[in-house]
């Protein structure tokens, strides 16, 4: 079993910046997929980033391309997703999630972890 536990989420203004946190505990994830998706009210879960624990190779949904990076701590068994120049589109709830086996990390059903999600709200 891994849990997951995200953090970092609030209300900002369109052009602020917030910095996610999801940490795992439980069985090791050095070498699982862990991913960040969204949802917005009335939308489909979607992709927004995703990294292989072990050699820290990153994947971008285009929407979030340039403006959002994902990166892990090993010692802290802990994914970040620093999300810079928000718009109001990128209001949203939050989740992080863990991959045991698939690598089509862009899938929600790829992954058999999930966190219990945080609110990002932005501003116009």
């Known amino acids: 079993q891994v849990q997951l536990v995200e953090s970092g989420g609030g209300l900002v203004q369109a052009g602020g910046s917030l910095r996610l946190s999801c940490a795992a505990s439980?069985?090791?994830?050095?070498?699982?997929?862990m991913g960040w998706f969204r949802q917005a009210p009335g939308k489909e879960r979607e992709f927004v980033a995703a990294?292989?624990?072990?050699?820290?190779?990153?994947y971008y949904a285009d929407s979030i391309k340039g403006r959002f990076t994902i990166s892990r701590d090993n010692a802290k068994n802990t994914v970040y997703l620093q999300m810079n120049s928000l718009k109001p589109e990128d209001t949203a709830v939050y989740y992080c999630?863990?991959?045991?086996?698939?690598?089509?990390?862009?899938?929600?059903?790829?992954?058999?972890?999930w966190g219990q999600g945080t609110q990002v709200t932005v501003s116009s």
């Open positions: 990294i292989r624990w072990r050699d820290g190779r990153t």
């Open positions: 999630a863990a991959a045991l086996y698939s690598t089509a990390y862009t899938i929600p059903a790829s992954y058999d972890y």
């Open positions: 439980g069985r090791s994830i050095s070498t699982y997929g």
